[in-house]
């Protein structure tokens, strides 16, 4: 079942390392799909690493986590990850990560401030550092939703990054830009002089604009702002 969602997430699982979210077979992917009794996920497996994984590696689970499909070990982080998809229902795509930048700032912040328009574009505003819960378990759920706010990332404190979205695209967009603004934080950090801020209506411009960024046609983008309004 789910054979192109599968694929899609190997893809994005190679793409999370490609642009140095993660090592070996850290984080995980995981997304909602549409089952003949209801929703269902497709998750990534347990301790492999991306590129020696295949399509085929990807478990489909319900939403107690009973394996549907699938004959790997499910991520350890599959209850945390149920937690969030139950509790967030505009969210279709959870993407776990353990980006340097952004866990660094986290350590010593509360909050990523919004001080790039990139990362207006695609967290839609600071992101909020959530207080530590232990790895592989529901408390790491439960802090992130808790601290996500209407944010598309939040930091786990002592551990990593969550995004999420109403896809694998935009979860993983979170991510990167996410990362891109943590290193410029850092370098305006390490110069001790105060960090130009953006004003709450530059970020709101920043995030409209992301809205209508990219190839989409107009009836994609009316859904988008449909749902966003939901």
Known sequence: MFEDVKKQMLEYALKMDHYGLIALSGGNLSARVQ???GDLFVVTPSGMI???MVPEDMLVVDIDGNIVEGER???VDTEALLYIFKNM????AVIHTHQPYATGLGLVMDEIPCNLSTMANAAEGS??????????????GVQAVE??????AVVLKHHGVISVGRDLRQALFACVYLEE?????QVALSTGLPMAEMTPE?????????????QHTLNERDAEEAAAKQ
Request: charged share 25%; no cysteine.
């Open 127 to 140: 992101v909020h550092v959530a207080a530590y819960g232990d790895p592989g378990s529901l408390s790491m």
């Open 73 to 75: 070990k499910a991520s």
């Open 89 to 92: 229902p505009r969210v279709n």
């Open 147 to 152: 601290s996500i706010g209407d944010r598309l």
């Open 181 to 185: 603004a943590a290193k410029t934080v």
């Open 50 to 52: 991306y590129d020696e």
């Open 35 to 37: 089952g003949p009794e």
């Open 202 to 214: 530059q970020i709101e411009e920043a995030v409209a604009v992301f809205h209508r960024y990219g």
